[in-house]
């Protein structure tokens, strides 16, 4: 079967082309993706605590190399990874030969997947993805879809207002060099307000809301109430 173009998916093909570029990289600590090796282990520790991975069954949408789709494999959860990047998913699958993980990664769009395997999972993850999609709601009501009811839903993404723009795309693209340039579009950042919108109209009730702030002097990422650049939200889906 043909496979259907960006075109015909909630895609973009700039933004897949940028990632698949600099996929090789994905596990260097050090490369353009050190933001993400260092955030990892709090995401993943906030997730873990409220929802407890261990033996869950869970889709990491926009998974790319795969390095929380490993991480959560890493706690006992039976894993899934999905992307639309054949660069990225190439990259993760060699990875768990080194790693000896388990996941189970697969080119399909969430929109796909929520056909294919509705209610289905017990935990769906979507991070750093939704401002890269060119309609967020739609990415939205595909997870709300894929994850069972009463099973959770977990966000994340960047705010969109002045200080945002100042610290993710001035501070880190530009000064500190955290990350190449170009690597957001400030207009398609998302407001905690709109996302709440998109969860509500999905069928999820929002659960939390976290903040995620770096210290340039300390270089230390923290989570908290500081919502103003980046945030995650937990989300649990209506009982039908």
């Known amino acids: 079967m043909q496979e259907p173009s960006t075109n015909q998916l909630n895609a973009d093909p700039s933004e897949l082309q940028k990632f698949s570029d600099l996929a090789h990289r994905w596990w260097d600590p050090n490369s353009e993706f050190k933001p993400l090796h260092e955030i990892n282990p709090l995401r993943l520790e906030w997730i873990d605590r409220y929802v407890g991975v261990q033996g869950k069954r869970v889709i990491d949408v926009g998974c790319g190399g795969?390095?929380?789709?490993?991480?959560?494999?890493?706690?006992g959860a039976d894993v899934t990874g999905i992307d639309l990047s054949d660069r990225a998913l190439s990259v993760a699958r060699l990875h768990l030969h080194e790693s000896g993980h388990k996941v189970n990664y697969r080119k399909i769009s969430a929109e796909e997947m929520a056909a294919e395997q509705p209610a289905s999972f017990d935990l769906v993850c979507c991070m750093e993805m939704l401002e890269h999609v060119?309609?967020?709601?739609?990415?939205?009501?595909?997870c709300a879809q894929m994850v069972k009811p009463g099973g959770q839903v977990v966000f994340s993404t960047l705010n969109r207002n002045p200080k945002s723009y100042l610290f993710a795309i001035i501070g880190a693209e530009y000064v500190l060099k955290l990350l190449p340039r170009g690597t957001h579009e400030y207009s398609k950042f998302i407001k905690p307000s709109e996302l709440t919108n998109f969860a509500r109209n999905a069928g999820l009730d929002v659960a939390e809301l976290m903040g995620m702030t770096y210290n340039?002097?300390?270089?230390?990422?923290?989570?908290?109430?500081?919502t103003d650049v980046n945030y995650l939200i937990r989300c649990t889906r209506r009982a039908d």
């Open 216 to 226: 340039p002097f300390t270089k230390v990422y923290a989570l908290g109430p500081d």
């Open 66 to 75: 795969g390095i929380l789709s490993e991480a959560l494999a890493a706690k």
């Open 134 to 142: 060119p309609d967020p709601a739609s990415t939205v009501r595909a």
